[in-house]
């Protein structure tokens, strides 16, 4: 069985610019979640998507954003690129959840660097 | 807010010690525990998730406690191996399903 599959594994972009990261779930879960890993300030919650919609996000300005497709593949989008969006990026996938204590399974994450 | 740390943050030990890795989280109000490895620029890869009826769970060399009354989970690895060497990291899952993760500890086990 596959594993969380995360693309690009690097991504490097300039200050202002914008970044799209994509992950494709484990096959038969529905729920996509993504954190970021900033040097430092340890594993952040991101966004949450189950079924196509945003269910929870975490304390990120509006431009983190995403989008979960048909196929429960998923797309985070950072706009305007600052110094400190330099991090990695982790997407996780689990089974529905609503109290259903299914573990979450990590990609192996982006890593985006900004100069 | 649920807050998750983890001390201390680096350890290093000679090979087949055992070890006791140390977890606590502020709000007891949780549905599960999960204890993860991430190895350098990789994942993190589940080790063991306890719910929040649970005590205990075992796996292997790895067997992880709870006591979600005094806000605490250990991790305990018997006869530790280089192969070990790693970041461990606790994390708690309440009502809201995201993950608060502690900023985990460096293992380093020497041969």
């Known amino acids: 069985e596959a594993g969380v599959t995360q693309s690009p594994t690097h991504l490097i972009k300039t200050r202002g610019q914008q970044a799209t990261l994509r992950c494709s779930p484990i096959?038969?879960?529905?729920?996509v979640y993504w954190y970021q890993q900033a040097l430092g300030l340890g594993l952040q919650f991101l966004l949450w998507?189950?079924?196509?919609?945003?269910?929870n996000r975490g304390n990120f300005p509006p431009r983190f954003s995403g989008r979960q497709f048909p196929n429960y593949s998923s797309e985070l989008n950072v706009n305007a690129l600052e110094l400190e969006d330099s991090a990695l990026y982790l997407c996780?996938?689990?089974?529905?959840?609503?109290?259903?204590?299914?573990?979450?399974?990590f990609g192996d994450g982006t890593r985006l660097s900004i100069l | 807010k649920q807050e998750v740390t983890q001390i201390p943050a680096a350890l290093s030990v000679p090979e087949g010690e055992n070890l006791v890795l140390n977890c606590s989280f502020t709000?007891?109000?949780?549905?599960?525990l999960q204890w993860f490895r991430q190895d350098p620029g990789k994942g993190l890869t589940s080790l063991l998730l306890?719910?929040?009826?649970?005590r205990e769970q075992t796996s292997g060399r790895l067997n992880a406690s709870l006591d979600k009354s005094s806000g605490r989970s250990t991790l305990y690895i018997a006869a530790s191996q280089p192969g070990d060497s790693a970041t461990y990291l606790c994390?708690?899952?309440?009502?809201?399903?995201?993950?608060?993760f502690g900023k985990g500890m460096k293992l380093t086990v020497n041969p």
């Open positions: 996780a996938s689990s089974p529905m959840q609503y109290y259903s204590n299914q573990p979450q399974h």
């Open positions: 096959s038969g879960h529905t729920s």
């Open positions: 998507y189950d079924e196509g919609e945003e269910r």
């Open positions: 709000d007891s109000a949780i549905y599960n």
């Open positions: 306890i719910q929040s009826s649970q």
């Open positions: 994390a708690v899952q309440g009502g809201s399903e995201k993950l608060v």
